[in-house]
Nanobody
Framework: VQLQASGGGLVQAGGSLKLSCATD????????VGWFRQAPGKEREFVAA???????ENTDSAIGRFTISRDNAKRVVDLQMRSLKPEDTAVYYC???????????????????WGQGTLVTVSS
């Protein structure tokens, strides 16, 4: 199983970025996929996840600003981020849960496969 995250970069506060997680080796249709981030000096934290039924869930700080979506045909999960803030600066990781299909495990930090990170830097 491989998860390939892309789309990070440097953006000014208030700007937007779209991260993509391309997957290979997952059944995908019945898996849940999500995003985590880790800022310098901080622990990794949950950002958003989407289940097999297209139901998404965001962390509180991302509600209203981030939208997670999935394309089962392409086996890709995107994270559209808007109104970015300097505190969103972090390395963003995509991850997959192949056991439940819901966002529950990912929401609680439990994932079975992890991709490499992509750096998002938001300047003030």
């Amino acid at each position: 199983v491989q998860l390939q995250a892309s789309g990070g970069g440097l953006v000014q506060a208030g700007g937007s970025l779209k991260l993509s997680c391309a997957t290979d080796g997952l059944k995908f249709d019945h898996d849940s996929v999500g995003w985590f981030r880790q800022a310098p000096g901080k622990e990794r934290e949950f950002v958003a996840a989407i289940g097999w039924n297209m139901n998404g869930e965001n962390t509180d700080s991302a509600i209203g600003r981030f939208t997670i979506s999935r394309d089962n045909a392409k086996r890709v999960v995107d994270l559209q981020m808007r109104s970015l803030k300097p505190e969103d600066t972090a390395v963003y990781y995509c991850a997959a849960d192949t056991t439940s299909g819901t966002t529950y495990n990912l929401r609680n930090g439990l994932a079975y496969f992890w991709g490499q990170g992509t750096l998002v830097t938001v300047s003030s």
